[in-house]
């Protein structure tokens, strides 16, 4: 549909629109300005060099203010990736270049099995944390959101599958794909790959490692 109210000449609107998913592209503008479009909210900010483009989770009711990390945030925490030379508790790198790593749903499971994190997909670890060249952020997207339940019950990874959040950001010369995951309640652990089992797809983030779930 077009901009909502609100929206002037310098924000760009665009929704696509699935049975369980709604897509925002929000331009950087010139002002500070707020636009909402299909209950969903976004603000666009002045003087930030890095593009951020928003795709909501249904399993979200509402967006946390300030849970999402920053482009900042981001660039800072791959600068330490870089330095020390492995991820960390809180970010999980995933090269992902012509299809999506296979071992992001380990890492899926033990954030939502923890204190939740981060993963910073087209990011690729073994050539020093920098951008894959292969690496398609749309593409990648539609194939987490396949397998986290997002578009449709076909090819559903997870049992139990946690909230998260999903931007893109420009990174460098390229484009990232970062999905913030949150830790899932109490009620809705353990979460794990369907195709294991609970004993052998069950997660848990220890450092900058995925670990199987103890049986007690």
């Given at each position: 549909h077009g901009a909502a109210a609100g929206c002037s000449g310098a924000v760009g609107c665009r929704c696509d629109t699935?049975?369980?998913?709604?897509?925002?592209?929000?331009?950087?503008?010139?002002?500070?300005l707020r636009h909402?479009?299909?209950?969903?909210?976004?603000?666009?900010?002045?003087?930030?060099?890095?593009?951020?483009?928003?795709?909501?989770?249904?399993?979200?009711?509402r967006r946390l203010r300030g849970a999402m990390i920053t482009p900042e945030q981001l660039a800072t925490a791959i600068d330490a990736m870089r330095r020390h030379g492995s991820d960390d508790e809180r970010?999980?790198?995933k090269t992902c270049g012509r299809k999506?790593?296979?071992d992001v749903w380990e890492s899926v499971s033990a954030f939502a099995n923890t204190?939740?994190?981060?993963?910073?997909?087209?990011?690729?670890?073994?050539?020093?944390?920098?951008?894959?060249?292969e690496f398609d952020a749309q593409r990648t997207l539609g194939q987490f959101m396949s397998g986290i339940g997002d578009g449709g019950k076909d090819g559903v990874k997870l049992a139990n599958p946690?909230?998260?959040?999903?931007?893109?950001?420009?990174f460098e010369d390229g484009q990232l794909l970062v999905v913030e995951v949150f830790e899932n309640e109490l009620a809705q652990k353990p979460c794990y790959i369907e195709a294991r089992g609970v004993r052998s797809g069950s997660f848990k983030r220890v450092c900058d490692k995925d670990v199987l779930l103890s049986a007690t």
């Open positions: 699935a049975p369980t998913l709604v897509r925002q592209h929000c331009d950087i503008a010139p002002t500070k909402r479009c299909d209950k969903m909210s976004q603000s666009c900010r002045s003087g930030v060099a890095v593009h951020v483009y928003w795709v909501k989770s249904r399993y979200h009711t970010y999980e790198a999506l790593s296979s204190r939740g994190g981060v993963l910073v997909l087209g990011l690729s670890e073994p050539h020093g944390f920098v951008l894959d060249s946690p909230r998260y959040e999903a931007e893109f950001i420009d």
